[in-house]
């Protein structure tokens, strides 16, 4: 009986954190940039290069497919993530660590600048994350 109840304990833990796991999904993410210096920029997540990070003189909107097409569309799943902007010479502009979470129950998203540099505003509806880096 005692191995009965603690097997069903066990499997209850392994469920909710399976679950808790399962149940997260990616965010939908938008870059850009507001900085109008007519140099191209890159975005690097974790040390690998994104493209080009597309200098815009509008936000784009979630819920408007035409002004998302113009930003630089990067799949995010839950993690932490060291987001850089560098320039043609590889000087860093922007610099932040960057914390996401997406799941039914839960939307995390987490700036941190501490010895980093540069700014950057973000704005979210659902699985959809736009995120302005700017210096």
Known sequence: MKKTIASA????VILTFAQCHL??????TYFWTSNQTGKTLYLFIDE???GVLPALSEAPVCD???SKKKALFVSL???TYL???KDQSGNIKVSEKLET??????KTIGVSREGHQGESRSTTEDDCLILELFY
């Open 23 to 28: 149940g997260t999904k990616p965010f939908k």
């Open 9 to 12: 304990l066990i499997l209850i």
């Open 64 to 66: 408007n497919d035409a």
């Open 101 to 106: 979470r997406l799941s039914n129950h839960d």
């Open 83 to 85: 987001i850089e902007v």
């Open 77 to 79: 799943e839950a993690g």
């Open 48 to 50: 690998v290069n994104k």
